[in-house]
Every structure is written in structure tokens, then in C-alpha cells.
């Protein structure tokens, strides 16, 4: 069986299942470009999932437009799989990615460690953040972003919000 996690590469960079095939895809539009690359012939059975199984379920449909005979998906998603399946029979590695405020998600669907990075909104996991930024975009971060960094920091030890409505309101009351 051939097992493709259908996420997009930040998905999958946090979590997926064991000898889970990773398509590299930045947009489901560009998974139909990973099937193309693949031989029906060659991988006569197919099992995928996803984060909730909806991505999984027109993914599956496409394939077996495509020629392959034999298309399985996780009904319910790497969702349903934490919220069921204890932990200690997983096969689950890492984090779910999910799009709420909670960022990730593991066993019995609570809240993971992943963040957001300030700069492209792509998860990561605490200890590949540089400030609030990514390994990468603080790298290309331009000359000031430091200094951003800093003052983020300041209003964190004050206990106030750096941007936004709240930060505006703390200003108005200093």
C-alpha cells in the first residue's frame, strides 16, 4: 500500500503518519501534478488522508479518474484518528496542523506547542523560532526586524500587546 499525506509541506512538517509519502505540494492545485507522477500500475493500492478527510475524499475521486484501482482515505481525518486512537497505538508522529487559533493539535485533539511565524504564517514548532520568526524569514528579515523583535519582547514582559486593538488601547491608557 502506498500512504500519501495529502497536506500541504507546512502540514506535513509538523506531523504525519510512518512511511507516509510527503507530495511536496504548497497548494492541494498542485497535487494533481504528484499524480501524475505516479504509475497506477505501480502502486496498485493507495490509502491517504488528511486533516479532516474532505481534501482526502476529491483526491480520492481524482485517482480513481486517473486509473488507479484501489483508493482508500482515513474517514474523519488525522482529526478524528487523535481524538479515537489512543496514543500509546498511534502511528501518528508530531502535530496536526489546523486552522484555528490553537495552530496544532495532538492525541485526544489538545492544544499542541506549535506557533505561527510573524513573518510567512507558516507553523513551527517552538524550538525553530527565532523571536517570532521562522529560521527562514528571519534570515531574510530586513534591517529593523531586530528591533521589532525587541519591542514585541518589551510589551510581552509588560504584559501588553505589541499590535492591534489591544496595543492601541494600552497606548491611549499610557
Known amino acids: 500500500v502506498t500512504l500519501i499525506d495529502t497536506r500541504n509541506d507546512y502540514e506535513v512538517k509538523l506531523g504525519t503518519f510512518s512511511n507516509a509519502r510527503d507530495p511536496r505540494t504548497q497548494s492541494f492545485t498542485e497535487f494533481k501534478d504528484y499524480v501524475a507522477r505516479l504509475d497506477p500500475a505501480q502502486h496498485p493500492k493507495v490509502a491517504m488522508f488528511c486533516t479532516g478527510g474532505i481534501r482526502c475524499e476529491k483526491a480520492s475521486a481524482y485517482m480513481l479518474q486517473q486509473g488507479f484501482k484501489e483508493v482508500f482515505h482515513l474517514k474523519g ?32 485533539l489538545a492544544e499542541g ?13 517552538p524550538d525553530e523560532a527565532v523571536g517570532s520568526l521562522c529560521r527562514e524569514c528571519a534570515e531574510a528579515a530586513p534591517a529593523g526586524a ?4 525587541r519591542q514585541m519582547e518589551l510589551a510581552r514582559a509588560r504584559g501588553e500587546a505589541h499590535l492591534g486593538d489591544d496595543a492601541a488601547a494600552a497606548a491611549a491608557r499610557n
Do not use: Q
Not at 96 to 107: G, K, N
Open 146 to 149: 531586530s528591533e521589532r523583535e
Open 77 to 108: 481525518g488525522i482529526l478524528k484518528y487523535l481524538e479515537t486512537v489512543p496514543e500509546a497505538e498511534s502511528r501518528f508522529n508530531g502535530e496536526c496542523f489546523v486552522f484555528d487559533e490553537r495552530v496544532s493539535v495532538v492525541h485526544g
Open 113 to 125: 506547542e506549535a506557533v505561527l511565524c510573524r513573518g510567512c504564517r507558516n507553523p513551527m514548532r
